[in-house]
């Protein structure tokens, strides 16, 4: 058994290293998940409980970070499973060596992008040293891999070493105040100050529409969203008919889709960070814009048309391969674009 987990983790650590190499952002995380579960049989080989629970605990953990906003809330919440875990594995004081890791690594990630690479350089340490003390020399290979990337990105920005540029979106039915927040982060680096809500204006209209965010996240973070709202008909025409932007939305403005009948909608924001914004990231955007179109038209809701002002070279070129006619300009940076649904 022992000579198997070796090879396991051998075989592990060689699609681990494949899966940086994968272009698409599932294919990564469906190696990685491979990955992660031949390590877990790993584990299992050596006896090596308190490893093999930390591990199925990491991965129930990132399909949560993965697949929904609430970071730092299923952090929060989930620190007693490290107590359960430590009580169960009946593995004395070494149980604590992948604790700790696991917790450094789940709370940097929650911080910022630099924090995860500081935070991976030290729990993937920890790492090693249970594996040195379980006797996984694989597992060692592995994750000194990691120590010695996270090492080199923070000495030298070698983001190479990462696979950063693939991105994947997120229906953002359930928000919270945190991730507001990060939007509006996101907002002070693409809108000039006359192009911004405030917080608690984007709160106020999400609370009205809770189906209104496109999150984009690369990994955990979000790094850009899209914000739709559904708009009453008098206000459409009235976009039409100024010569200036209306972007001070009311929230008797908005109309939920609530009823079968027919919507105008407006997207009202399109951000991306820049580093990010290529045509991988472009075409996943439309999809989901278009994504959220469908959904609605095959519930009965029939979206007439749709609207957007474009104040920066990166909405505009969303808008524009996403077939909208520029109808006009409002200022020099900003523009009104339409497209007819049906």
């Known amino acids: 058994m022992y ?9 592990s650590w060689v699609i681990f290293l494949f899966s940086y190499h994968c272009k698409k952002v599932n294919k990564v995380l469906l190696m990685q998940l491979i990955s992660s579960l031949l390590d877990c049989i790993c584990y299992a080989l050596l006896n ?3 490893g093999l629970l930390i591990s199925v605990f990491e991965l129930l953990k990132g399909f949560g970070y993965y697949k929904t906003d609430k970071d730092r809330y299923i952090f929060i919440l989930t620190i007693p ?3 359960l875990i430590a009580i169960v594995s009946n593995d004395g004081l070494l149980c604590f060596i992948p604790i700790f890791a696991s917790l450094i690594d789940g709370y940097t990630i929650i911080i910022s992008e630099k924090a995860a690479v500081v935070g991976g350089f030290f729990s993937n340490l920890l790492w090693v040293i249970y594996d040195l003390v379980i006797l996984d020399y694989a597992g060692v290979l592995s994750d000194l891999t990691l120590v010695i990337s996270n090492l080199s990105i923070i000495l030298y920005g ?23 927040s990060n939007l509006y982060k996101l907002d002070k680096q693409s809108y000039d100050n006359q192009f911004l809500w405030t917080k608690d ?3 106020e209209l999400y609370k009205i529409e809770k189906n209104s965010y496109i999150l984009i996240k690369e990994k955990n973070n979000v790094i850009g969203y899209v914000n739709i709202l559904s708009i009453k008909k008098n206000i459409y025409k009235y976009i039409f008919d100024i010569d200036k932007i209306y972007d001070d ?36 955007i439309i999809k989901e814009i278009n994504k959220f179109i469908n959904i609605r038209k095959k519930k009965g809701y029939n979206i007439i048309a749709g609207y957007s002002y474009a104040v920066n070279a990166f909405e505009k070129e969303v808008l524009e391969k ?10 020099n940076e900003c523009f009104l674009y339409e497209k007819r649904f049906s």
């Open 48 to 50: 090596a409980w308190s």
């Open 3 to 11: 000579i198997t987990a070796q090879v396991l983790g051998i075989i």
């Open 158 to 180: 070698y983001k190479k070493f990462l696979n950063r540029k693939d991105v994947h979106t997120l229906m953002g039915k359930y928000i919270s105040k945190n991730t507001i």
């Open 81 to 83: 499973i490290y107590l």
């Open 322 to 331: 996403m077939e909208f006619s520029k109808i006009k300009n409002i200022t």
């Open 249 to 284: 939305y009311k929230t008797s403005d908005i109309v939920p889709f609530i009823k079968k009948g027919n919507y105008y909608i407006n997207i009202n924001s399109i951000v991306l960070k820049n580093e990010y914004q290529n045509k991988d990231s472009i075409e996943k």
């Open 201 to 203: 204006k984007m709160f």
